[in-house]
């Protein structure tokens, strides 16, 4: 018991005494902050309401290297926990997860509130980004942020009664009253979405002797890629003014993971960024490996960086093809497709399914690789470069893509960061911020591979990046290929789930073991953790925390869409109706990665 | 051939050509038959799917429509942006509560006659999805033909499923007027695939091993 109040007092003295942390001691004085540990190491600070918007504005503006990354933001609510050792007492946490690019360090800043005054100051002056993040939070928890320019419902309907993620919203359907669609319900829905530019503050005046016009793309459209519409002024065919509305994908993901058990939750990752199959289930095993103190066979490691890599090529590959065709050619998605079967057949000799295989595990993966893996992929990555060489000429250098992408849509890597924008939308700025080089995670520090960079911010770079980023994928796979170890594909460890077979039947103690892991659960030791990941399409993280049970007690899903399409008025106003159309092919983005 | 100007005169016998290669020619070249049945035939054989999709299972449908799979063997690749010229929708992926409004007011926009396919399980019953913005099944509010499972069902399944919903057109009759035949739509009752399928089920005694490509 000692040594762990040592170990503990250790840590905090490890973290008071790193970088960012001093600063703020020296400037705001140390008996403003209580540290809290957290699994994954990251300094996290409680700080009272009055003081919070000051140190965040500090952190964003004052200080050497200053945090330019508002990586998340989003509240807990606080009145079921148990486990809240060290903790200021609250029954709604705010918290801002900052990242500061040139020191590489992230710090977490929390603020307690009461039930009764769910109100704090709004930072969507310090970090353009922040602001869908706080109607996120004020939608699913009924925080109002004072000073936010629309503070209007996101995900959900803006008829919908509750804010979902509090605990005593119903998580099921069947726990509420029956759908029934009546005609006066569709009536009503369909005026809710009306476009009422006042709403959304737009100036309607031309100052001259004309009307603007008010055009709807979506919620349904051919080229939005998914169910989501952006509300424009135009004058012309220039759009003046533009509003972008979300939330017809929301599938209560987060609020889902607070019933699934640990384990039984690894589907529901597939489907949030759909398109990248088992790329989703890394940052979420990842991140409970941590807190379970689980570490990964080497075998494991590099199966799941090669299924991961493949991902990413079927990722970008659908990109690609779609990006084409959203500039008017038809060809190139059909040949790309092609090439996505190719690969779609390695996935499901390796793990049976196509789009979402599951396949992770905590602890490692669901089985070993089959016999003649190695002769599949040997064949794709001799066969996929020579098919990009031929989309070069067919796409990268057709004049009319070029035309139509080269110098529009773009932005610094400055506004990116403000912006939150990771994954090749940075990248083709001009940064080489990629967490698989800056903070290796996983076992990417033992592949050689580069970070494609773009050069104007432009469509036609962030697709340029992408492509790239292929060839650096493929690889990465020839490398996982040649260098497959031996060995385990799941950790021995007593919270592998599920855990190996053959200890079950060793003696009693582990065949309980075995059955109440497999019947209940893991029960994850209490504590809070992220780790984020390079997705295909920018940083993903699963931000868990467990109160010590078999199910997580907050699941915080960081998406990298989300943020991306909070952009879309920003690179769109002053454009053409074509551009935009061009600049959403560009994000890349999947509905389900944006809403959860 | 032959043909002549004169006027019919009373009484004639009209000309019969009664020589083999008139008869085959005949054969070969004249279909008889009920207004009501082609136009079954040629709906069943030219269906234009409405380009919607909202979820995963949209990509798979997608993928359907690709070389690989190739969904213009069916006569169907012609997607339709419009719901207005469309005959029959997919339902790809969860229906929301925010998108159900939605959903309701493009499937009004089809002209009869018009089927809906329900792709995959949140279409068919909100599948993994029982959570509060998630309608369970499109079939709470839209009539459904075909239900298929899957999340997400292969483009192969996807085929499975247009072939039987071609069945159930091409099965289907609507009288050319009321004064000719019945009103309403004659239906015939759909079997169900677990039933039909369940020999051919049973019949599969191997499995492939996992540990083998």
Redesign the interface.
Known sequence: MNTEALDVTAMQQDLARSGAVIELFNKFGESLFTIQITADEIPTLWVSRAHSYGVLNFLRNNINQPYLLLYDLTAIDERHRDHREGQPSSEFTVLYHLISPSRNDDIRIKVALDDADLVLSTVSTLWRSANWYEREVWDMFGIVFEGHPNLHRI???STWKGH?LRKE??????E?ED???TDE??EE??EA?RFDPEKWGIETDTGKDTDYMYLNLG??H?SAH??FRVMMQLEGEEIINSVAEI??????AE??GERQSWHSYI??TD?VD??AGVMNNLPYVLSLEKMAGIVVPERAKVIRIMLCELSRIMSHL?FYGTFAQDLGQMSP??YM??D??KGYKIIE??T?G???PSWFRIGGVA??L????D??VAEFVDYLPKRLDHYNDMVMRNSIVKQRSKGLGSFTTEEGWDWAATGPMLRATGCDWDIRKKRPYAGYDQFEFEVPEGVNGDIYDRCAVRVEEMRQSIRIIKQCLDNMPEGPYKADHRLTTPPPKELAMQDIETLIQHFTTVTWGPVIPPGECVVPIEATKGMNGYYLISDGSTSSYRTRIRTPSFAHLQMVPFMGNGLMIADLIAIIASIDFV??DVDR | MEWSLDKVQKGAQPRVNDSPAAAEAVEKNVLMGKVEDWVAWGQANSLWPY??????CY??F??SL???YDLARFGAEVIR?TPRQADFMVIAG?V???????V???YDQMLEPKWVISMGSCANS?G?????????GVD??LPVDIYMQG??P?PNSFHHAFTLLQEIVASERRSASWIVGPEGVQKIARKSQRETMREKRLDIVELRS????
């Open positions: 995900l959900m309907p979902p919203h119903p998580c099921r359907a069947t509420m759908f029934n669609l319900w569709v829905e369909q979405l919620p349904n051919p998914g169910a939330g017809f994908h929301h599938r209560g609020k889902i589907p529901y489907r759909y398109v659908l998605v059909l497709f092609i996505r079967e000799a390796i049976g196509r789009q979402h089985q070993d089959p016999r003649g893996w002769k599949m509905m389900a | 380009n919607f999709g909202i979820s995963c990509v798979e997608a993928s690709m070389p690989d942006a969860t929301f509560r925010k998108m159900a409004p939605v309701q007011r493009l909100g993994l999805y029982d959570v509060y913005s998630v309608v369970q709470k509010f999340c997400p292969s996992p540990d083998e490509v």
